[in-house]
């Protein structure tokens, strides 16, 4: 299960009735299906597979023909997701599911050829998605980041180490322009110039 997984169920539930009966919500997922359709994202990468659920929420606000391509270590996260989007329709052909460990892979990837990262995966990796993930992204591209509400996490732990990193590598590129917002388990979304 990915950061934006975490109790999205329960977070999830609309406000109202948006255009032709979508639900208006206020969720991590929602956010990145806003975040995907704004960019009008075509080609996405996912760190953290987790069960699908946020790949569902990425397809929906991308292209009908963009492809998102996920990275996780853990082969049952992929099975669970192959089956989840399999589920909802989604065709085989938009999605690219990579197993393997995202700080190993994204050197691999197409620099400025992508219109969005996600990183669902809260992770002592952060300030290295950032660099990495930074290096794919088109000159209006975003990155956003999962689960980094500092009080969510002991200060002196590994984890809270790297999103202070993560915050400050991200106010000291002139290059980068971010925005947090509290909702799920909090996000950071990093615009590049």
Do not use: C
């Amino acid at each position: 299960m990915s950061g934006y997984e975490v109790g999205e169920q329960a977070r999830a539930r609309p406000i109202g009735d948006g255009p032709q009966g979508q639900p208006v919500g206020a969720s991590s997922l929602h956010v990145l299906q806003f975040l995907a359709a704004a960019l009008r994202a075509k080609a996405v990468v996912e760190i953290g597979t987790g069960s699908g659920e946020s790949a569902r929420w990425l397809l929906r606000g991308m292209v009908p023909d963009g492809v998102l391509t996920s990275i996780d270590a853990d082969p049952v996260n992929h099975r669970t997701a192959r089956a989840a989007l399999r589920e909802e329709g989604i065709a085989p052909a938009r999605t690219r599911l990579i197993n393997g460990r995202a700080v190993e892979m994204l050197p691999r990837f197409t620099e400025g050829g992508y219109d969005l990262v996600s990183v669902g995966v809260a992770s002592t990796d952060y300030p290295d998605y950032l660099e990495l993930g930074a290096r794919l992204l088109r000159p209006g591209g975003v990155i956003v980041f999962a689960g980094v509400q500092l009080g969510e996490h002991d200060q002196r732990s590994a984890l809270a180490a790297a999103i202070r990193a993560l915050v400050k590598a991200v106010q000291d590129d002139e290059d980068l322009v971010p925005v947090t917002l509290p909702t799920g388990p909090g996000l950071l979304a990093v615009a590049k110039r």
